[in-house]
Nanobody, 115 residues
Framework: QVQLVQCGGGLVQPGGSLRLSCGAS????????MRWYRQTPGKQRALIAI???????VYHDSVKGRFTISRDNDKNMVYLQMDSLKPEDTAVYYC?????????WGQGTQVTVSS
């Protein structure tokens, strides 16, 4: 069982920045594939960034060049640095860990981009 605890989020003006953090339990964090998703009301949860256990990083086109996913395997942490935020980035953001073909989820955190 992997537990994920998220920190960060909040209200920011367009063009601003936020950093989301996600801490994971377990001693095999380096073997987890970590992902960030986001969800808006009435829509399905959407994958926006992946940091695979092998080191591959992939972004959805909507965030490419503005968001950066990173991880610290020594601290069991994954981060999402969000820059040049737009109102359409407003959503609940979820951290996800995949380990041994099982998905685990953080509790979600609200990000609101508004003036």
């Amino acid at each position: 069982q992997v537990q994920l605890v998220q920190c960060g989020g909040g209200l920011v003006q367009p063009g601003g920045s936020l950093r989301l953090s996600c801490g994971a339990s377990g001693s095999r964090f380096s073997f987890y594939t970590m992902r960030w998703y986001r969800q808006t009301p009435g829509k399905q949860r959407a994958l926006i960034a992946i940091f695979a256990r092998g080191g591959n990083i992939v972004y959805h086109d909507s965030v490419k060049g503005r968001f950066t996913i990173s991880r610290d395997n020594d601290k069991n942490m994954v981060y999402l640095q969000m820059d040049s935020l737009k109102p359409e980035d407003t959503a609940v953001y979820y951290c996800n860990a995949e380990y041994e073909f099982v998905d685990y989820w953080g509790q979600g955190t609200q990000v609101t981009v508004s003036s």
